[in-house]
């Protein structure tokens, strides 16, 4: 609230306090807070995009509280921005099974492509484009027609 001035004045110095209080009290919310924070940045709060940071906390999220399915995500994301195409893939991995449309339908594009190390493989490309579009994933159910004929 004290970040955006929400029925107090703004301090954001403040707000930051307490996130970064509750963060390292545990709280795993409050880490999660942080992680969006410095993946994107934020120029409302002048904070400058960190990726070393957003993994930092995403990371503390699986340490303390085993799989998470919002940290894989996160680091996901965190990998494929930095072009570890390894890293992307064993996070997108637990992600999708997590129940990540997103995720599902990148682990068809690189198993129909053959990237990141993974052999080509139409049948997984398939049952992963497949859990996607019964998502809702459209580019999925486009990309599992194309698949199919």
């Given amino acids: 609230m004290y970040f955006y001035g929400y029925g107090v004045d703004r301090d954001t110095a403040r707000g930051f306090g307490y996130l970064f209080h509750s963060a390292y009290s545990g709280h795993t919310s409050a880490k999660a807070a942080l992680s969006d924070i410095y993946l994107d940045g934020d120029t409302y709060l002048g904070i400058e995009k960190n990726l070393e940071v957003a993994e930092k906390y995403a990371k503390e999220i699986i340490t303390s509280d085993g799989e998470d399915w919002w940290a894989t995500k996160r680091l996901a994301q965190i990998a494929e921005e930095r072009g570890d195409e390894k890293r ?7 992600s ?12 068809g594009e690189i198993y129909q492509d053959g990237r990141c190390e993974i052999a080509k493989d ?3 490309s ?8 019964n ?15």
Avoid: P, V
């Avoid at 999708?96 to 682990?107: D, E, K, M, T, V």
């Avoid at 998502?135 to 599992?144: M, N």
């Fill in 96 to 107: 999708a099974n997590f129940g990540n449309r997103i995720h599902q339908r990148n682990l």
């Fill in 126 to 133: 398939k049952y992963w484009y497949t859990l996607a579009a």
């Fill in 88 to 94: 992307f893939f064993e996070y997108a991995q637990k």
């Fill in 135 to 149: 998502q809702g994933d459209e580019k999925a159910r486009e990309l599992l027609d194309g698949l199919n004929k």
């Fill in 122 to 124: 139409l049948e997984k």
